[in-house]
């Protein structure tokens, strides 16, 4: 069964505190993984697509990694405006070659001035 | 700007009550989704539509039916709503197959007491 694990649940970080979220996925044919941001009582906006191992993306002070089993959003001297939750979705090929996109349940990332 | 507008910011129904949650987008997106979001459980799929008046279902369609008569519009009804259907709902759309982002609205809170 396709998963995605993000670690971890929660994160505090003192502004200008790097840091990574971790993203990692099983998955049956890789079509491609998402990184989301999502306020509070907001819905979650897109931020990144990766296709494939070794890519990268960078937006501001959020760059994004992925290997063949995991992702990484590395945010670099955070600011308090970075504080939301950080939502990773996989897409892949599930039996009978539909594709499905499956979400974790996300980090919520605390930025303290 | 792209837009997804979702009906309803904050719904309260009573239990047994039929409700509509309505979605209109302005991209002249083909895919369209609802999904329900829950504390612990994160975003997980309940109908899906790849054109007008096609739908399919999608991890959790139990107790939900959808309606898209239009292209800009998708519709979640939920025939006798239940306590258990408390929830975020959130509606998405997209260009083309799973690999492409999604656009979210702002959720509709629905309590059903």
């Known amino acids: 069964e396709d998963q995605v694990t993000q670690s971890p649940e929660a994160l505090r970080l003192q502004e200008g505190e790097s840091s990574s979220l971790n993203c990692s996925y099983t998955?049956?044919?890789?079509?491609?993984l998402f990184w989301y941001r999502q306020d509070p009582g907001k819905g979650p906006e897109f931020l990144f697509t990766?296709?494939?191992a070794g890519e990268e993306k960078e937006k501001e002070r959020l760059k994004a990694t992925l290997t063949k089993k995991e992702s990484f959003l590395h945010i670099t001297a955070p600011k308090p405006e970075d504080s939301a939750t950080y939502l990773c979705?996989?897409?892949?090929?599930?039996?009978?070659?539909?594709?499905?996109?499956?979400f974790g349940k996300g980090t919520k990332l605390t930025v303290n001035p | 700007d792209v837009k997804v507008t979702q009906s309803s910011r904050y719904l309260v129904k009573r239990t047994g009550e039929k409700v509509f949650l309505e979605c209109v987008q302005d991209?002249?997106?083909?895919?369209m989704f609802w999904y329900r979001q829950d504390p612990g459980l994160g975003l997980r799929l309940i109908y899906f539509?790849?054109?007008?008046?096609?739908?399919e279902k999608g991890d959790i369609p139990e107790g939900y039916s959808v309606s898209r008569e239009k292209k800009e519009r998708f519709s979640l009804i939920l025939e006798s709503a239940s306590t258990n259907q408390t929830s975020m709902y959130l509606c998405?759309?997209?260009?083309?197959?799973?690999?492409?982002?999604?656009?979210f609205g702002s959720g509709t809170q629905l309590s059903v007491l």
């Open positions: 991209m002249d997106h083909e895919n």
């Open positions: 979705a996989v897409s892949g090929m599930v039996l009978g070659g539909s594709e499905k996109l499956v």
């Open positions: 990766l296709y494939s």
């Open positions: 539509s790849y054109d007008v008046k096609m739908k």
């Open positions: 998955v049956s044919g890789l079509r491609g």
């Open positions: 998405a759309s997209s260009t083309g197959g799973t690999n492409e982002k999604l656009f």
